[in-house]
């Protein structure tokens, strides 16, 4: 059924997937690493309808093999461009939603495993960056905190789990 799975999701956006990747790896290589994780970021955005039907019917393993098989697509093509590690797509997000996933299925050790990936992959954002979207402190750490500040964007999953 994972093949199925996958063949459905490069049928409907595999094919732009590797234009997409390589005009982010083009914005690298130029030095506009912020307009690249801009791309990087709206790259993995625009999964999120899909992810919100997969969410919505509860079936988290599915979300989860979105999230893998679009980062180990994304991983492909860098690795075929012999990207240089930290240079490549920034897939915080991608990783932030794949923990998510996890988080969802009640795989806490696997979530958080990802929640940690996708902190590494935040160190390489530029400064400016991370105080733009999530004040001092990345996405995946507030969520790690469980950090119940109004800008955490998982507030709603930090509060439910706050109260069991």
């Not at 019917?57 to 991983?75: A, P, Y």
């Not at 990936?117 to 507030?142: F, I, N, W």
């Amino acid at each position: 059924m994972e093949g199925v799975r996958q063949e459905i999701y490069a049928s409907v956006i595999g094919r732009e997937i590797e234009g997409i990747v390589q005009h982010i790896l083009e914005l690298r290589t130029k030095g506009d690493d912020k307009e690249a994780v801009e791309f990087g970021d709206m790259l993995f955005e625009s999964l999120t309808p899909a992810m919100n039907i997969l969410w919505l019917e509860g079936r988290f393993n599915d979300l989860t093999d979105l999230w893998l098989w679009s980062i180990s697509v994304v991983k492909g093509i860098e690795d075929k461009s012999r990207t240089v590690e930290g240079q490549g797509v920034h897939k915080g997000t991608a990783f932030y939603f794949l923990a998510v996933s996890r988080l969802l299925a009640s795989d806490f050790d696997s979530a958080f495993m990802w929640f940690a990936e996708a902190a590494k992959e935040d160190e390489c954002l530029p400064q400016e960056m991370v105080t733009q979207h999530s004040g001092s402190m990345p996405p995946a750490v507030k969520m790690m905190l469980l950090d119940p500040a109004a800008d955490n964007f998982a507030q709603n999953i930090v509060s439910k789990s706050s109260r069991l």
